[in-house]
């Protein structure tokens, strides 16, 4: 039976025990608050900015962007200087739909065939069949979450935007039955983010895929980087007051961009564009440091972050911000928010 993890679980200084645990607590055990941390264990890349449902809690419906894949040429030259740093972690994603990339498979060997130790994926796992299960488990994905937002068919719908419930359940069986049937040790975890429309339904979905899993993440909305103002602030990327992701791991997004959060669906957090620019290089650059320096001031000064879109998420809110670095964002309409 699957281990079934709480939002306080997964908080700073738990003593809770798991897979998901314990990659978050990696993390944040990387943090070190400089300006120039060392080069970080793990990347993100952005593979596709497209996603074929309109979740609730996420701030994607907002994002001004083109969509766009990620092209293959940009995708393994950046994931070869990550390696060549000792980066050996790569998500694939970054806050949209992996599945709705056609390379994926041939993303995931190429990961795998570079050296790196751990590949992973987090989808609605709605546009994928048994067999392309098993070719992106032959081609060496190492974890897959399912993010499954209701117990019921119902209750799923009026969260994900889509009658995909079916579909998502299939693929975890699927899954399941492929990790099996291939011997491989594959980590499938379920994400539940609790809102109005799927309360009570938590209970109903353990009991649906509690014996194919091993973890189900239960966790509540947050307001990420302001978008969701209605929400508390995002507190589990924080370490000793300040938010470990631009100090602990690389995102890149599809347009090919070093960006300071796996959130930012405009590049509001760009930093340096990795066509012009090496990836450590950008990594290490004044336009970064910047960055780390003002996140670490907010401990004793939260007007640090006056107008960046990090005083949403860290602070709560929809405060005016602008881009970090004006040259790379997408102009977000109504980017001046309430005070």
């Known amino acids: 039976m699957a281990r079934v993890l709480t939002p306080e679980d997964i908080a700073p200084e738990t003593e809770a025990e798991g897979h998901i645990v314990r990659k978050i607590q990696q993390r944040r055990d990387q943090f070190v608050a400089t300006t120039t941390p060392s080069f970080p264990r793990a990347l993100m890349m952005e593979i596709s900015n497209i996603c074929n449902h309109a979740c ?18 940009l995708f393994r030259d950046i994931v070869a200087q990550a390696f060549a740093q000792g980066v050996r972690e790569a998500a694939l994603g970054g806050g949209a739909e992996p599945l709705a990339c056609k390379h994926l498979e041939d993303y995931v060997a190429f990961c795998k065939d570079t050296g790196y130790d751990y590949v992973y994926i987090t989808t609605n796992g709605s546009i994928a069949d048994a067999e ?3 070719r992106l488990i032959e081609a060496g994905l190492d974890s897959i979450k399912v993010s499954i937002n209701g117990g019921t068919r ?32 594959v980590y499938l975890g379920i994400s539940f983010v609790e809102m109005a429309e799927n309360e009570g339904t938590f ?26 103002p209605e929400y508390p602030p995002e507190l589990i990327s924080f370490q000793d ?9 690389i995102h890149v997004s599809s347009d090919g961009y070093l960006r300071a959060c796996c959130v930012d669906y ?17 990594w290490v650059s004044e336009r970064f440091q ?23 998420c860290i602070h709560g809110g929809n405060p005016n911000y602008a881009p970090f670095n004006s040259k790379l964002a997408t102009t977000v309409e109504g980017s001046e928010g309430d005070e």
């Not at 935007?161 to 069986?173: C, H, L, M, P």
């Not at 405009?266 to 950008?282: G, S």
Request: net charge negative; proline share 6%; with cysteine.
């Open 154 to 185: 119902e209750s799923y719908l009026a969260v994900h935007g889509k009658d995909d419930f079916e579909a998502a359940i299939a693929s975890v069986r699927a899954i399941d039955a492929g990790r099996k049937e291939l011997g491989r040790k």
């Open 132 to 134: 392309r299960w098993r």
């Open 203 to 228: 209970e109903t979905l353990i009991g649906l895929l509690s014996p194919y899993v091993d973890e189900i993440l239960h966790s509540r909305p947050v307001n990420v980087s302001g978008y969701n």
């Open 290 to 312: 910047e960055l780390r320096q003002r996140l670490m001031d907010n401990r004793e000064d939260p007007e640090s972050l006056t107008g960046l879109i990090c005083q949403g």
């Open 266 to 282: 405009d590049n509001n957090l760009a930093i340096e564009d990795l066509a012009e620019t090496p990836l450590y290089e950008a």
């Open 56 to 73: 609730g809690f996420c701030a994607l419906a907002a994002m001004n962007r083109p969509k766009q894949l990620m092209p293959p040429e």
């Open 241 to 249: 007051g300040v938010c470990f992701q631009p100090f602990s791991r």
